[in-house]
């Protein structure tokens, strides 16, 4: 079965940086897009950033553009997300998300940026 673990939430003051991992297993993680969404109370789930089979064909939100960076490693079966230049604003849970075909979910990842 499809399972999706992300890990690397914390607290982090603003202009702070954190490292998001995403373990994926039960499928072949090579051939397929990654995603990286995010989600604060009230509001519905805002896709942050998508990255191609190849780790090549990114697609940024305009609010994360020059700050977040996504990668991947298909040996290991992980997705990252490096938050550099954080602000209050990046606060939310943080879900990695894969379309095999349907949409798979991990648990999330809290993410708080406040001094």
């Known amino acids: 079965q499809v399972q999706l673990v992300e890990s690397g939430g914390g607290l982090v003051q603003p202009g702070g940086s954190l490292r998001l991992s995403c373990a994926a297993s039960?499928?072949?993680?090579?051939?397929?897009?990654m995603r990286w969404y995010r989600q604060t109370p009230g509001k519905e789930r805002e896709l942050v950033v998508q990255?191609?089979?190849?780790?090549?064909?990114?697609n940024y939100a305009d609010s994360v553009k020059g700050r977040f960076t996504i990668s991947r490693d298909n040996a290991k079966n992980t997705v990252y997300l490096q938050m550099d230049q954080l602000k209050p604003e990046d606060t939310a849970v943080y879900y990695c998300?894969?379309?095999?075909?349907?949409?798979?979910w991990g648990q999330g990842t809290q993410v708080t940026v406040s001094s």
């Open positions: 998300n894969a379309r095999v075909p349907f949409d798979y």
């Open positions: 039960g499928f072949t993680f090579s051939r397929y897009t």
């Open positions: 990255i191609g089979t190849a780790g090549i064909g990114t």
